[in-house]
């Protein structure tokens, strides 16, 4: 007896030190509703180049694909077929998965079917991959390992359990999130502190705003600070030396959160304002929002009931629904998770004699308020929603009288045809929810995060920079790093995609410049829609005249219509354009039959306008770097 109470106050007293590194529920709510919009988004904008991209008739055929672009472990479902239609079907059912994830529906599994999506989505075409997307990938790995419906889902709303669910969850998925979020920031500033442009000159922020390819109008002013450019890349590169550390503070934890929280999210803003880096900047802001402690929801949670009115009015209000229909139920149970009013009490018209009463009387569900009247039907609605915290505002509006009684109509015929509507709320199923993380599960997300800080250092001492460094330490790593045991496990960091590399912005391009192709015209349908000087075209522009100047921004934005597109002509000057060229030659021949031309041959230029020191001038290069007959095309 003796020996058990120390054994158990020393679990005591490590659990309650291990207390400050859980992560809230409602915090991993707010991570899966943002990874979910994210992807949607990401989704959304490739979409668009769904042909270009990911078919056999675009920039990267399958053929190629498998000639040296796609590493031996890396596998993609999309590369099972390069017609549109089967590349359409496979972005439908990864939206689907997106969005079942934002309303957390089944959210481990649609988090599981969206990050093999995903994966295999950037498997099928990795001249197009930036480092927002590898951010994504590792986010999502863990997220699978996460209980990312515990809170605001329709898991939730759906819960029949009787216990309650815990508001902080410590297990290694959540060790392994904020250990992942310190190697994307460390590990990059590794790269950057043994890059001069960031150490000791200072001049990498100069550089990155220089850069035309990437560069929004306000950085492109910001560039006249001068020597605070050089403040800010300091900042930057300690910020990310530092900053994630704060997540781990053994002191004032909250406090420390809600620094790196604000900090990051403060540093990414700028850098969406900035630089054109597609997902890139909101995809980091909503990483952060996983971190936010239990006390910001809580004070939250007090500030919503702190006037005494809206106190009253919030803890006051009931719902009651008819118990005989299971539609109204599931209805009522979403609702309360929709508004975000997860105290409000649900009970049956049935338990009290007055309220059945009048659920017959009005063939309605029954709210009653704080004063104990009544409301039903529409009106109902509307006043439920205007306690909502986050919704409320949209109160006035139902209460508009025209969407009043369009509203109470359509709630009058659903309360006629309930057999109807409940086909609707089939697929919700009232069934326990249980987010306990099992200890094997906690055993492999270890194992992994232990795998993946391998990976990471073995992206260090392979890197030019440390590749021949007779350092003690890097030779100890790379010891480690490239021996048997460690290569022989190297396929499960490609089947995972958990190999990581965070060189972002580590040596600032200075290769920077514009594209101008021209072709010449065999046939032309609408000669009127081009400009033909003197037997040349503009290929991607066909009213406008060839000019080798320098593109405006706005120019360029039109130009490089996404971050994929910019990737993948970044990519194309370098070693991969060699083997892409032909294939991308092809797709604009064959895109010129669609815009009223035949192209009898083309030429790709790239005006090379190397980034001078600051103080130089710039010098530009006309490169022809491409000529190709669209004969065959």
Request: charged share 15%.
């Amino acid at each position: 007896m003796t020996s058990v109470q120390p054994q158990k106050k020393r679990l005591t007293a490590l659990y309650k030190y291990l207390e400050r590194y859980t992560l809230d529920v409602r915090s991993l709510a707010l991570l899966r509703m943002g990874l979910a919009i994210v992807l949607l988004a990401d989704l959304w904008t490739r979409f668009g180049d769904l042909i270009a991209h990911y078919s056999d008739s675009g920039v990267l055929p399958r053929a190629l694909l498998n000639d040296g672009f796609l590493k031996s472990g890396y596998w993609s479902l999309h590369a099972m077929s390069g017609h549109p239609v089967f590349q359409g079907l496979l972005f439908l059912t990864a939206a689907i998965c997106a969005l079942a994830m934002l309303v957390g529906y089944h959210s481990r599994l649609a988090t599981i079917a969206s990050w093999v999506l995903l994966i295999s989505l950037h498997n099928r075409n990795p001249l197009l991959i930036f480092a927002a997307d590898d951010v994504l990938r590792a986010v999502m790995f863990w997220a699978m390992f996460l209980p990312l419906g515990a809170a605001y889902s329709v898991d939730r709303a759906m819960n029949t359990s009787a216990r309650s669910i815990p508001r902080r969850i410590l297990s290694g998925a959540t060790l392994a999130l904020m250990a992942q979020q310190c190697f994307i920031y460390i590990f990059s500033a590794v790269f950057k502190t043994a890059s001069a442009a960031w150490w000791p000159d200072g001049t990498a922020v100069y550089y990155s705003l220089s850069y035309d390819q990437y560069v929004t109008p306000l950085g492109h002013f910001l560039l006249q600070l001068g020597p605070l450019l050089t403040a800010f890349t300091f900042i930057t590169l300690m910020l990310e030396w530092v900053g994630p550390l704060l997540i781990w503070s053994p002191w004032r934890n909250d406090f420390c959160r809600i620094l790196a929280i604000a900090i990051f999210i403060g540093l990414h803003i700028g850098f969406g304002l900035t630089l054109n880096l597609g997902i890139f900047p909101i995809l980091s802001v909503v990483t952060w929002l996983a971190f936010i402690p239990t006390s910001v929801w809580e004070a939250a949670s007090k500030r919503a009931y702190s006037s005494q009115e809206d106190g009253l009015k919030r803890t006051g209000v009931r719902i009651f629904y008819d118990a005989d229909c299971g539609f109204c139920k599931k209805v009522v149970h979403l609702i309360r998770m929709l508004l975000v009013l997860p105290h409000t009490p649900l009970a049956t018209a049935q338990s009290l004699p007055e309220i059945h009463r009048a659920m017959e009387a009005q063939n309605s569900w029954v709210i009653v308020d704080w004063k104990g009247q009544h409301h039903y039907k529409f009106e109902g609605i509307a006043y439920v929603v205007s306690l909502s915290p986050v919704f409320g505002f949209l109160a006035p509006l139902l209460r508009w009288q025209p969407i009043m009684a369009l509203g109470t109509r359509g709630y009058e015929w659903i309360a006629t045809h309930r057999k109807i509507a409940g086909h609707f709320t089939r697929p919700f199923k009232l069934k326990p929810l249980t987010i306990k993380t099992p200890r094997w599960l906690n055993t492999i997300a270890l194992l992994l995060l232990g795998l993946t800080f391998m990976w990471n250092l073995r992206s260090i001492v392979v890197s030019p920079v440390f590749a021949d460094s007779p350092n003690l330490v890097l030779s100890s790593i790379r010891r480690v790093t490239h021996s048997r045991t460690a290569q022989r496990i190297d396929w499960l960091g490609e089947v995972t995609r958990l190999d990581q590399s965070w060189s972002i912005f580590a040596g600032p391009p200075s290769d920077d410049g514009w594209h101008v192709v021209t072709g010449t015209p065999a046939s032309t349908k609408n000669r009127e829609q081009v400009s033909i000087t003197p037997d040349e075209i503009n290929v991607f522009a066909p009213q406008q005249a060839i000019s080798f100047e320098k593109p405006s921004l706005g120019d360029r934005d039109r130009f490089y219509k996404n971050m994929q597109w910019r990737t993948f002509y970044i990519n194309l000057n370098r070693q991969a354009g060699a083997k892409v060229f032909p294939n991308y030659g092809s797709y604009l021949c064959r895109q010129s039959a669609h815009k009223g031309y035949t192209l009898q041959e083309l030429k790709v230029y790239f005006m090379d306008e190397r980034t001078a020191p600051p103080g130089e001038t710039q010098e530009v290069k006309k490169k022809l770097i491409w000529e190709q007959s669209c004969q065959n095309g």
